[in-house]
C-alpha cells in the first residue's frame, strides 16, 4: 500500500527533538522520581529554569522582539536571548518570523500555525513540517541587531550549553551522579517539553477556547487558565488587536507576570519606551465588538417582531421600544467616544466607565429580550 504523508518535507531534526524529548519526560522523570525520590533542590531547580526560559520566551522573543513593544537594555536582551535558547524554540530571529506572520495573516494560508488546519496542527503538528532556511523577510529591524544575529548563529549550541548541560552540572555538585541524572531529566529535558507545550497552547488552546470581548472576527481568545500557565499570554484576544501593547492582561485584575516583570525593569532603568493603548481605543474596540453583538440580536427582535406582528402583549412592547431607545443611546456613546479616538482626545475616567456599564447593560437587556423569541412565546 503506498501512503500520501509528505515524508520529504519533514524536518527530522526537529521531529525527532519534539518526540525524544516529550516521551524521555513523560516516562524517565516518573522512573526517576519514584527510584531516588523528590528533592527539592531538584524542584527549585525545575522552578528557576521554567521560569527563566518562559518569561525569556513571553517577554524577549515574543514582547520584545517580535513586537517591539518596548526598548531594553544589554543585559535583558542578553538574558532573554540565552535563555530563550533553552527553550529549543528555535532563534528569537525565526521565532519572531513565524510570529509576525501569524499576526499579519492569523486564520489565513499563510499564518504557519493557522488554526484552520487543525487544533494539533496550530499546536505542534507545523513545527514537523518547519523546512529551513526561512524567507525572514519581515525581521529586518531585527538582522540589524548583532545580539540577535549572534543568538541566531548560536542557538542550539546555548541551548545545549545552559539548557541541557548546566542544570545536569548543577545537579552534579548537588549529589553526584543521581544529582546529574535529576537535573538533566528535570530542570533540562521536562522543562523543555512544559515550556514549549505552554506556548504550543497559545497557539491552539487560545485559538479555540475562551472569550473575544475586542474582535470576534479573529480565532483569538482570552482565557485566564492559559494566563497563569502563560506568564500572562492566555489574554489573546486583547493582544490580537493591539499586539503592540506591552500589556497582554490589560486590566488591573489580570494575571500578567511578563507585564509586570517589564514594568519592574522600567523602574530599574532597563527597559524604556512601555507602549500602551490608550484606554479610550480599547473601549472603543470593546464598544464595536458590543454593536457587532447588539446587530446579531437586533435581527433577531426584527424577526421576532415580524411575527408578533398586532401582538399586544404590553410588556413585549416596552422591551422593543426599551430596546430601541438603548441602541440610540449607545449609537451616541459610540459616536462620541470614535470622535476623541479619531481627535486624540481624552475622555474622563468617569465618562469611561459610564460608557462601558451602559454597553454592558445595553447587551444585558437585548439577551434578556430572549425571552420573547416566537419559540418561547
Ligand atoms: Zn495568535
Ligand atoms: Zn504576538
Given at each position: 500500500?503506498?501512503?500520501?504523508?509528505?515524508?520529504?518535507?519533514?524536518?527530522w531534526?526537529?521531529?525527532?527533538?519534539?518526540?525524544?524529548?516529550?516521551?524521555?519526560?513523560?516516562?524517565?522523570?516518573?522512573?526517576?522520581?519514584?527510584?531516588?525520590?523528590?528533592?527539592?533542590?531538584?524542584?527549585?531547580?525545575?522552578?528557576?529554569?521554567?521560569?527563566?526560559?518562559?518569561?525569556?520566551?513571553?517577554?524577549?522573543?515574543?514582547?520584545?522582539?517580535?513586537h517591539r513593544?518596548?526598548?531594553?537594555?544589554?543585559?535583558?536582551?542578553?538574558?532573554?536571548?540565552?535563555?530563550?535558547?533553552?527553550?529549543?524554540?528555535?532563534?528569537?530571529l525565526?521565532?519572531?518570523?513565524?510570529?509576525?506572520?501569524?499576526?499579519?495573516?492569523?486564520?489565513?494560508?499563510?499564518?504557519?500555525?493557522d488554526?484552520?488546519?487543525?487544533f494539533?496542527?496550530?499546536?505542534?503538528?507545523?513545527i514537523?513540517?518547519?523546512?529551513?532556511?526561512?524567507?525572514?523577510?519581515?525581521?529586518?529591524?531585527?538582522?540589524?541587531?548583532?545580539?540577535?544575529m549572534?543568538?541566531?548563529?548560536?542557538?542550539?549550541?546555548?541551548?545545549?550549553?545552559?539548557?541541557?548541560?548546566?542544570?545536569?552540572m548543577?545537579?552534579?555538585?548537588?549529589?553526584?551522579?543521581?544529582?546529574?541524572?535529576?537535573?538533566?531529566?528535570?530542570?533540562?529535558?521536562?522543562?523543555?517539553?512544559?515550556?514549549?507545550?505552554?506556548?504550543?497552547?497559545?497557539?491552539?488552546?487560545?485559538?479555540?477556547?475562551?472569550?473575544?470581548?475586542?474582535?470576534?472576527?479573529?480565532?483569538?481568545?482570552?482565557?485566564?487558565?492559559?494566563?497563569?500557565?502563560?506568564?500572562?499570554?492566555g489574554?489573546?484576544?486583547?493582544?490580537?488587536?493591539?499586539?503592540?501593547?506591552?500589556?497582554?492582561?490589560?486590566?488591573?485584575?489580570?494575571?500578567?507576570?511578563?507585564?509586570w516583570?517589564?514594568?519592574?525593569?522600567?523602574?530599574?532603568?532597563?527597559?524604556?519606551?512601555?507602549?500602551?493603548?490608550?484606554?479610550?481605543?480599547?473601549?472603543?474596540?470593546?464598544?464595536?465588538?458590543?454593536r457587532?453583538?447588539?446587530?446579531?440580536?437586533?435581527?433577531?427582535?426584527?424577526?421576532?417582531?415580524?411575527e408578533?406582528?398586532?401582538?399586544?402583549?404590553?410588556?413585549?412592547?416596552?422591551?422593543v421600544e426599551?430596546?430601541?431607545?438603548?441602541?440610540?443611546?449607545?449609537?451616541?456613546?459610540?459616536?462620541?467616544?470614535?470622535?476623541?479616538?479619531?481627535?486624540?482626545?481624552?475622555?474622563?475616567?468617569?465618562?469611561l466607565?459610564?460608557?462601558?456599564a451602559?454597553?454592558?447593560e445595553?447587551?444585558?437587556?437585548?439577551?434578556?429580550?430572549?425571552?420573547?423569541?416566537?419559540?418561547?412565546a
Amino acid at each position: 500500500m503506498t501512503t500520501r504523508f509528505p515524508f520529504d518535507r519533514v524536518n527530522w531534526t526537529s521531529s525527532i527533538f519534539l518526540i525524544v524529548t516529550f516521551f524521555t519526560a513523560l516516562i524517565g522523570t516518573p522512573i526517576y522520581l519514584i527510584k531516588f525520590g523528590v528533592d527539592p533542590f531538584q524542584i527549585a531547580l525545575f522552578a528557576f529554569y521554567s521560569i527563566a526560559t518562559g518569561l525569556s520566551i513571553t517577554l524577549g522573543y515574543h514582547r520584545l522582539f517580535a513586537h517591539r513593544a518596548f526598548k531594553a537594555k544589554a543585559p535583558v536582551k542578553l538574558g532573554t536571548l540565552i535563555f530563550g535558547a533553552c527553550a529549543f524554540e528555535d532563534s528569537a530571529l525565526d521565532w519572531a518570523s513565524d510570529h509576525r506572520m501569524h499576526h499579519k495573516h492569523v486564520d489565513q494560508e499563510e499564518d504557519p500555525y493557522d488554526i484552520s488546519k487543525g487544533f494539533f496542527w496550530a499546536h505542534m503538528g507545523w513545527i514537523f513540517f518547519k523546512l529551513y532556511p526561512r524567507p525572514l523577510a519581515n525581521v529586518g529591524d531585527l538582522k540589524k541587531d548583532e545580539l540577535v544575529m549572534w543568538q541566531h548563529r548560536w542557538h542550539r549550541a546555548l541551548g545545549f550549553l545552559f539548557g541541557i548541560l548546566m542544570p545536569t552540572m548543577i545537579g552534579m555538585m548537588w549529589n553526584g551522579g543521581v544529582g546529574a541524572l535529576g537535573g538533566f531529566l528535570l530542570a533540562g529535558v521536562t522543562r523543555v517539553v512544559v515550556v514549549q507545550h505552554c506556548t504550543f497552547f497559545i497557539n491552539s488552546l487560545c485559538h479555540t477556547m475562551g472569550r473575544r470581548p475586542y474582535d470576534s472576527r479573529t480565532s483569538a481568545r482570552d482565557s485566564f487558565l492559559m494566563a497563569i500557565f502563560t506568564f500572562g499570554e492566555g489574554y489573546h484576544n486583547y493582544h490580537h488587536s493591539f499586539q503592540h501593547d506591552y500589556r497582554n492582561g490589560v486590566k488591573k485584575w489580570q494575571w500578567d507576570p511578563t507585564k509586570w516583570s517589564i514594568w519592574t525593569l522600567e523602574k530599574l532603568g532597563l527597559a524604556s519606551e512601555l507602549r500602551r493603548v490608550p484606554e479610550e481605543k480599547i473601549l472603543l474596540a470593546e464598544m464595536r465588538e458590543t454593536r457587532r453583538q447588539a446587530e446579531l440580536r437586533l435581527a433577531k427582535i426584527e424577526a421576532a417582531k415580524a411575527e408578533r406582528a398586532g401582538d399586544p402583549c404590553p410588556r413585549w412592547r416596552g422591551a422593543v421600544e426599551a430596546a430601541h431607545e438603548m441602541t440610540e443611546k449607545f449609537a451616541r456613546n459610540y459616536s462620541e467616544l470614535e470622535d476623541a479616538v479619531a481627535e486624540g482626545v481624552r475622555v474622563s475616567k468617569k465618562n469611561l466607565a459610564r460608557w462601558k456599564a451602559e454597553a454592558a447593560e445595553y447587551l444585558e437587556q437585548l439577551s434578556a429580550m430572549d425571552q420573547f423569541a416566537p419559540a418561547a412565546a
